[in-house]
């Protein structure tokens, strides 16, 4: 027999304390309510009598056909956690419910979050446009009934690097749908990203590194700042190096800046150029390149389409999208070896991400070869690399 429900105040010191059981409970949950008096008590104490009351007669109309069925959920329910009760389990079934309501598609939800990423590079949008595609069999879903194992299933067979790229992507657009209430819980972080041991980072010779910037001075004038702010500034190739503006260098003092609204952490960040890095850009200004608006004033396609006649032009073999960032980085902090300084020129915020991403040991004579690149002069056409010392 279970225990009968007392609804008795029971005095504490100076006040009386009425213990409300989860049944009569607005929270479902019991409840200890605290009174000045004992009259308070009393009057809150006689209406959840009544209300015990009005439930047992409830109870006693229950209608027999139903009785199979809430037996068998008890059972159900019982059969998972044996101290929970019906209620507890329709509580949980009501707010399930209750999100499936506000949830919305996964193509709406995808939808919502390219519109808030309208500010991002246009290189970045087309990735999470290409991702969008290919999760057809999704659109139509709600995502608060997307699982984990449904991801899971069509992840199979896909290439790891793939696999990373798209769990990433995911999870950034179901925690939009968390915090708006669309789901209750993000289905990615039940999964796991594929290992992949990473390679060293690659990063071209001085000599290679000349040709490119001679083939632009020489056949693709607009292309050169470009070269200039990656390979010797370590400007981002995609989303900075295409978003500078003229204004941001300062010709007097050689130094760049990279404006918070079109870096990746919207975090303001200075570069020094090299002495050498600023003649190139003076060669540039002298031949009548244009110094105002964009520094790089490309399309994506249009980039590509400049980078790959460059690479033909400069013989070289491959010239992967942070190949200039990654061999200015690697032969400054042999230069300089000022780890400090060099995260700050590249806005990074940890020491591992520099290791990880960027670093790579090379030879103190190959570093002052590469920064000592400079223009030809107007009677010679090949470029020459400068006998001073650093």
């Known amino acids: 027999m279970p225990k009968p429900i007392s609804l008795k105040p029971i005095q504490e010191g100076d006040r009386f304390r009425l213990n409300v059981p989860a049944i009569l409970s607005p929270s479902g949950q019991r409840q200890r309510l605290y009174f000045p008096d004992i009259e308070s008590a009393r009057i809150k104490a006689s209406e959840l009598r009544a209300r015990r009351h009005n439930l047992r007669i409830d109870a006693s109309e229950f209608p027999e056909m139903l009785k199979p069925d809430a037996l068998r959920a008890i059972e159900l329910i019982r059969s998972v956690d044996p101290d929970a009760t019906l209620l507890e389990a329709a509580k949980l079934f009501v707010n399930s419910a209750k999100v499936k ?22 290189s970045y949008r087309k990735e999470l446009t290409i991702t969008k595609n290919r999760l057809t069999q ?42 708006r ?106 031949r009548g390149g244009n ?15 400049h ?4 690479r033909r032009l400069a013989e070289i073999s491959h010239w992967g999208g942070s190949l200039l960032r990654h061999s200015y980085a690697s032969y400054w902090c042999v230069l300089h070896d000022n780890v400090d300084r060099l995260l700050f020129m590249l806005g990074h915020s940890s020491l591992e991400m520099l290791r990880r991403h960027y670093r ?11 920064f000592a690149i400079c223009p030809p002069s107007e009677t010679s056409n090949v470029v020459a690399f400068s006998s001073a010392s650093v």
């Open 101 to 122: 309501a506000r949830s919305i598609s996964f193509l709406e939800l995808f939808d919502l979050y390219l519109s808030l990423k309208s500010d991002r590079s246009e």
């Open 138 to 179: 999704f659109h139509d879903q709600r995502v608060c009934d997307i699982a984990p194992e449904d991801i899971e299933t069509f992840l199979a067979g896909i290439s790891p690097a793939s696999r990373n790229a798209i769990l990433r992507y995911l999870k950034a657009i179901f925690n939009v749908g968390r915090r």
């Open 181 to 286: 209430g669309y789901l209750k819980s993000n289905p990615i972080d039940a999964l796991e990203m594929t290992y992949r041991p990473r390679k060293e980072v690659t990063v071209l010779k001085p000599e290679e590194f000349g040709r490119m910037l001679k083939a632009a001075l020489e056949s693709d004038l607009s292309l050169l700042p470009y070269l200039v702010v990656c390979g010797y500034a370590g400007v981002r190739p995609e989303g900075e190096a295409t978003r500078l503006e003229w204004r941001d260098y300062d010709w007097t003092e050689g130094k760049l800046e990279i404006r918070p609204e079109i870096t990746k952490n919207n975090q303001r960040r200075f570069v020094e150029l090299e002495a050498n890095a600023c003649r190139w850009l003076e060669a540039y200004q002298s």
């Open 291 to 305: 110094i105002s608006g964009i520094l790089a004033p490309f399309t994506e396609k249009e980039l590509r389409t």
């Open 307 to 310: 980078r790959e006649s460059n």
């Open 360 to 370: 790579r040991a090379v030879p103190r004579e190959e570093a002052i070869k590469y």
